[in-house]
C-alpha cells in the first residue's frame, strides 16, 4: 500500500485558486491509479478527479470539469489538484486516493487513502 499525505488547503474567496498536494510514500505510487474525492459537512464523499499512473489520462467530475486539473509527478512521488474559479459549494474536506483501476468513480476502488485537507469557499 501506499501512504498518502494532503496539504494546501485553506480559505479562499469566490473566483479564487488553491493548489492542494497529496506527498505518497512506497513504492507503487508510481503505477497507481490516483484520485481526489472530497466530502462536504453532511454528504457523502464524492469522486471529484482521477489521473492515470503516467499522467497521461484524467478524468473528471462533471461539477469540477473546466475548473479543476489533476497532474502528478512520479518523481516526486506527489499528487496535485489545481482549483481554479473555486465556488462556495466547492467547500468540503479533499481527499488523495490511489487504487488500481483506471476510471473508477467509486470510493470501494481505492484502497488507500490520505486524512485529507480543508477547502473552504467564502461567498
Known amino acids: 500500500q501506499v501512504q498518502l499525505v494532503e496539504s494546501g488547503g485553506g480559505l479562499v474567496q469566490a473566483g479564487g485558486s488553491l493548489r492542494l498536494s497529496c506527498a505518497a510514500s512506497?513504492?507503487?505510487?508510481?503505477?497507481?491509479?490516483m484520485a481526489w474525492f472530497r466530502q462536504a459537512p453532511g454528504k457523502e464523499r464524492e469522486f471529484v478527479a482521477g489521473?492515470?499512473?503516467?499522467?497521461?489520462?484524467?478524468y473528471y467530475a462533471d461539477s469540477v470539469k473546466g475548473r479543476f486539473t489533476i497532474a502528478r509527478d512520479n518523481l516526486k512521488n506527489t499528487l496535485y489538484l489545481q482549483m481554479n474559479s473555486l465556488k462556495p459549494e466547492d467547500t468540503a474536506v479533499y481527499y488523495c486516493?490511489?487504487?488500481?483501476?483506471?476510471?473508477?468513480?467509486?470510493?470501494?476502488?481505492?484502497?488507500?487513502w490520505g486524512q485529507g485537507t480543508q477547502v473552504t469557499v467564502s461567498s
Open positions: 486516493a490511489a487504487g488500481p483501476r483506471w476510471g473508477a468513480r467509486a470510493m470501494t476502488s481505492f484502497g488507500s
Open positions: 512506497g513504492r507503487t505510487f508510481s503505477s497507481a491509479v
Open positions: 489521473i492515470n499512473w503516467s499522467g497521461a489520462g484524467q
